[in-house]
């Protein structure tokens, strides 16, 4: 049987400029132009963009809007340096730390938005430091 795991997802972004530097900035992405656009690259997984005059092919049925979109990040340590991460980038966190389901189990989570409005979570499965 073939094994599977998850390689990209699309989100959208209504300006270039803005989004690189915060997936860039606070996301730690590696910015990688393609096309007309970018995408973000996170070591072996990736967001590609669709945005301003920019709609990839094919396409979902309805593709997603800027702000629209909602993803998790694994932190990789405990959920205390995120906090201090977003606060040292001047991201405002909406929400957490809390206990929250993710792909390895249970975690902590803190909830944040990307400059389009789209909800950002990092979630830590180390315990408090």
Do not use: K
């Not at 989004?19 to 990688?32: G, K, N």
């Not at 929250?100 to 944040?112: D, K, M, N, Q, T």
């Amino acid at each position: 049987m073939a094994r599977i795991s998850f390689d990209h997802c699309v989100i959208h972004v209504g300006d270039w400029e803005r989004s690189m530097a915060f997936y860039r900035d606070v996301l730690e992405a590696e910015i990688v132009p393609y096309g007309i656009g970018y995408v973000f690259r996170f070591g072996h997984v990736q967001l590609n963009t669709h945005g301003p005059d920019q709609i990839g092919f094919p396409r979902a049925g309805l593709p997603v809007m800027p702000g629209g979109s909602d993803l998790c990040f694994e932190w990789h340590g405990p959920i205390e340096g995120a906090i201090e991460h977003l606060a040292r980038c001047g991201v405002e966190m909406e929400l957490g730390p809390v206990e929250r389901p993710g792909a390895r189990g249970l975690g902590r989570s803190v909830y944040f938005r990307d400059p389009d409005n789209s909800l950002l979570e990092f979630i830590s499965y180390q315990e408090q430091g």
